[in-house]
């Protein structure tokens, strides 16, 4: 299978206008696979119910979650890891850095080497 991707046009950030415009190829998705489709997914390659298989990944979330606001990085396996970022203001003295100077967090996901092996040899298609 391939990877489908569109062509849009975009200008530079910053730059009142748009400055010049470049064309990128952009990634079209293709539907989204729900928790439920997961869960019926995987229920048709193993032997284990779809409420166990429901139960255990919901409680994934809910462990991730924990762990995530607990500072953890969350390890998944083959899938990849999940850990929070910060972006805070920058300050003169390190005392004067604090909670306040905090201006957003994230959580980064980081592929696993079967993700970007997959990455890496991927056939695209434009659309």
């Not at 849009?8 to 730059?15: A, W």
């Not at 255990?56 to 970022?85: E, H, K, N, P, Q």
Request: aromatic share 4%; hydrophobic share 40%; with cysteine.
């Amino acid at each position: 299978m391939a990877i489908k991707f569109k062509v849009i046009e975009r200008g530079q950030p910053g730059v009142a206008g748009g400055g010049e415009k470049k064309f990128y190829a952009n990634p079209v998705m293709d539907g989204e696979l729900s928790l439920n489709d997961l869960t019926k997914s995987i229920e048709k390659i193993c032997t284990v119910s779809g409420a166990d298989i429901r139960a255990v990944l919901y409680a994934l979330v809910d462990v991730s979650v924990d762990s995530l606001s607990d500072g953890t990085i969350v390890r998944l396996g083959d899938l990849g890891s999940l850990r929070v970022s910060l972006s805070s203001e920058g300050k003169a003295k390190a005392e004067e850095v604090s909670a306040a100077a905090i201006k957003n967090a994230s959580v980064i996901f980081t592929p696993s080497t079967r993700i970007r092996d997959m990455l890496a040899s991927a056939k695209f298609k434009k659309e």
